[in-house]
């Protein structure tokens, strides 16, 4: 944590830091603080009272049948957006590994996704099942498929579960990538010469390897698509349609900023923050475990 | 690799030949739609290759802009200026407080440190409300620097600058010292050079997640004159109830697309490099 | 007067661990003081508390007549060679020895002319513009050295310089810092783990051990009269022989398992369990010989071969493991049994508790 060898103490750290930890009090403090004791008060529409309540936003909360519903439905929208842009990056990375010209043209051409922001990602999707006239969806409807997210739940999270997982592949890929050139070719040529095919020699030499890093991004990947695709779904469903799409932090969004119950929406925000703690704190300890070795 | 099986190796490369066009569908389609008319974007079978219209849609979007909005370039503007503060923002204050952490001994050390930590990959998406309200309060509504100072309030950087750090070797350190170098100096002179590849890296990351903000800005700006381009595309899908104007659309979406493109392409060595060698 | 005076200097480190016990050391100006010592005997603990890089914990320092406890490394006149050199790694060879000067406020073509001098000292000049990276290990070593020379310190310290080199270029490099010590007359303090290093470069070696100074001295000294068993065993290669023995009542012979070997001169100890040591080089075969041997390997290397015996005793118990050092070839085979003897001048005795020399 310290480096071995470091200044003494004087005015000078707390001048660096100051910057940072001022901020982090204003901007972050104070409003989580806020959050905090937002999410213990009842406010009337109008703001004009409040009255302190202990946890029965809280409590409310967990009895409120579409807040457990949302829970279920971001935990199985992450799972999805996860697995999806894992497993297609995956072995994307695995057949760059393999070929020896051409491994930069394709990392440039697969790192587009990486720039293009949510909403906008939201919306080249949104065009191509755009119902009646997207490219897509017409395709669809041409084989006798009827698509229109705007209306089938189950269409809609297909959708943002696409866009997200579409929008993840670059940077799951440039890891994968990373992960397995750095493995020595010389445990590969072994592997070789112990006469595995390339199938097994990937997993059962490649895959075990870069086991770490599969654990790095399945986490990293699971924290975006709880938080980072607020975007995607403004722009695609709106979680609609019926909720079919809402996930939590459009929640807090829909319920705090639409829906004006400032104490609800606090107690969402307080859970989400506990759970983001939570998932960093996991992954931190992961990652300090990691270089050490 | 090892055999040389032509046949492993063009299967390899089909497997990726399509993944690639699968992933780049959608940014074609996005300038197959930016180079048609909005008529010919409603007739079924839609075009799959590039129309004669795209400067056309061009001169009407950053002429004219789409109607009722704000000018393109004053969004593309906003955007910059908003993308840049982040990343110089947070760059600074973070290899400053990273630098504090990794390089002093002083009280307070652990705490400064955690206090850090707990804003580490906390998106203002979860705390949203009562940040605004801050915002709000500090009057920083529809300013550049209600736009991005909350922004810079994350740990990400300060992270991986720790990490950066102390992947430095100590003797160094203790050679500057000999060398007569003072703890700015040392800064300065050594400590930012030596790790330019990290910086490279969070700059393209910090330009990207600055000039890709959307919920935050959405939020705190009113003002017409304060829109960005990537907030822009919403409205213009929901402008009028009816079929949205896709090519104009398209259009704004490619050069919303393009500056953080070129950004990532462009940098693309340095980025891969200090991306998976920091993070990990 | 000294020019660097170490005087009761200790390191506890803060875990609590205590690297360096005691160490008092006068070296004088323009001298070449070796430090030895195995692994994790604190020479580097030792090296950098007189660069000001380890707080000294209690003791004092003085270079150049300055108490320098409490002064900044920059401040203690001293420059440093690190075992991985530790280049600036972003800065040109040139910058890379300028640096230090910089900071100085030296004028600029006082500078030049600086540095311009050391690497004609160095044949540096070809790679001025060149970064750390594009440079061989043994380039690396000589910016390294021009970067401490470059700023005329009183002192120069040295830690390992020579253990990232390949065997050939370590001697080469040796000699090179070695002729440019001498040149300069600079006071230097040179740590090492290698003994032909340390013999060869010292004008005085302190063989350091756990913590503890063993002994001070130049490496004739050090090589003749080893004040500790773990001097003797240290200095030489290979290792001197060790043989527990017993002395005789009256002190004018010693048992060495049935053989007694005969003294000049009595032994000033009150123990009769004494250690006997002799260099393998001081063993000659002689058929009248008192100590019996079982050859158990030979080494050829040419000009002298090595053998590995064995004491050949009836008692199992002092079946020690004896080297023998020959000039040339030898024809005995393994397993041949022979005879030895040494000259008494090179017999060397140490108390088996404390391992102290014992004088005869
Ligand atoms: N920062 C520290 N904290 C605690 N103990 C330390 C520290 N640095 C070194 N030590 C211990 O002090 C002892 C001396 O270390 P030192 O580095 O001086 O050894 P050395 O003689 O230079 O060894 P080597 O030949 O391997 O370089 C070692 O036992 C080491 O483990
Ligand atoms: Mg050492």
Redesign the interface.
Known sequence: MLKQVHFKSSALPYMLVAPQIIITLVFFMWPASQAIYQSLLIEDAFGLSSQFVWFDNFKELFEDDRYIKTFGRTLFFSAMVAMLSLSVSLVLAAMADRVIRGTGIYRTLLIWPYAVAPVIAGALWVFLFYPTTGIISTFLTSMGYEWNHQLKGNQAMFLVVIAAAWKQISYNFLFFLAGMQSIPKSLIEAAAIDAAGPLKRFWTIIFPLITPTTFFLLVVNIVYAFFETFGIIHVVTKGGPANATEILVFKVYNDGFVGLDLGGSAAQSVILMILVIGMTIFQFKFIERKVEY | MIENRPVSTAVSHLVLLAGVAIVLFPIWITIVAASHDVARLLEVPLPLGLGDQFFENLKQVVSTGVEGSTPIGIMLFNSLVMALMIAFGKITISLLSAYAIVYFDFRFRMLFFWMIFLTLMLPVEVRILPTYEVVAQLGMLDTYWGLTIPLIASATATFMFRQTFLSVPDELLEAARIDGAGPMQFFFDILIPVSRTSIAAMFVILFIYGWNQYLWPLLITTDKSMVTIVMSIKGMMEALEETPKWHHIMMTALLAMIPPVLVVIGMQKLFVKGLTETEK | MSHILLKGVEKIYPNGYQAIHGVDLEIEEGEFIVLVGPSGCGKSTLLRMV???ETITSGEVHIAGRKVNDL???QRD???V?Q?Y??????TVYKNMA??LK??GTAKDEINRRVGDVAKLLELEDLMQRKPKQLSGGQRQRVAMG?AIVRKPAAFLFDEPLSNLDAKLRVQMRLVIKNLQARLGTTTLYVTHDQVEAMTMADRLLVLNAGIVEQIGTPMDLYERPQTRFVAGFIGSPAMNFVEVKLSDDGSKFHIGDNALPLNKALDTSQSEITFGFRPEHLVLDDHGIIPLKIALIEHLGAESIIHAKLNNSDDKSSNAITLRLNGHTKEQNGNIVRASIAPEHYHFFNQKSGHRIRS
């Open positions: 660069a000001g890089l900044e490394p920059s001293i420059a440093m690190f991985n530790a280049l600036y790694p972003h800065m640096y230090g900071n100085l970067r």
